[in-house]
């Protein structure tokens, strides 16, 4: 009887045990931490703000410090093996490591860049909006105000992974920045292969940290 009743306790735990795993698994997604989600976006952009404000910064100093921001807040691998798609898995392991070292910079400079030309302002939160997918992200959707011209929107696609939030794409006014650069990829590959990708990231952005990156 006790033996019976001892089962069954611990059976119950399990099931409690379980069940609790499956919560803890199911709030470890940006998608039902939308709080969670926005409040990331804000910081970012509230550190974004301070910098872009910060009229003691020299060009580079400022540039500097936004792609600090970017590479706390980005999932640069995520990203960068998203850009590169079908080609990364039949990569040789050299060409992937060396693709991997380039896109670092590119990747921070593509942020940098795309503020640069929108004349980042301010950023107001205007909704959020489960992603596509079984990874549970969000999209969390905002209003850039610039220095010049009309505000304009962009989307931050956010995941949550080991409590902590980050950013794995950027789509503003409909132009998605993952999407844009595996299609010029894939067709630079074409012309000129692999390898001639990478030679061409690391000329073009492989000073990335030390100035701005051009069109």
């Known amino acids: 009887m006790l033996d019976r009743l001892s089962k069954q306790a611990f059976g119950a735990v399990c099931a409690l045990f379980m069940l609790g795993a499956g919560i803890a698994h199911a709030q470890d997604t940006a998608v039902a931490d939308p709080q969670g989600a926005v409040a990331f976006i804000e910081s970012v952009a509230d550190d974004t703000k301070a910098v872009w404000s910060d009229s003691t910064l020299s060009d580079a100093d400022r ?43 590119y990747i921070i400079g593509e942020f940098d860049k795309r503020m640069q030309q929108i004349g980042f302002k301010d ?16 999209f969390v959707r905002t209003k850039v105000d610039r220095a010049e011209g009309a505000p304009i929107l962009a989307d931050w696609r956010v995941r949550k992974k080991d409590g902590g939030f980050q950013i794995v794409n950027l789509e503003v006014e409909g132009i998605n920045l993952l999407i844009t650069n595996r299609e010029q990829f894939s ?9 001639g990708l990478i030679a061409e990231l690391k000329a073009t952005y492989s000073t990335a940290s030390a100035a701005p990156v051009g069109n």
């Open 123 to 138: 950023v107001e939160i205007v909704g959020t909006t489960p992603a596509s997918g079984k990874g549970g992200h969000l």
């Open 187 to 195: 067709a630079r590959i074409a012309e000129i292969g692999l390898d």
């Open 63 to 105: 540039t500097t410090a936004f792609r600090k921001i970017f590479r706390q807040a980005a999932d640069i691998d995520l990203l960068a093996k998203g850009m590169l798609g079908r080609h990364y898995r039949s990569a040789t392991p050299d060409q992937r490591s060396a693709y991997m070292v380039a896109m670092t910079d």
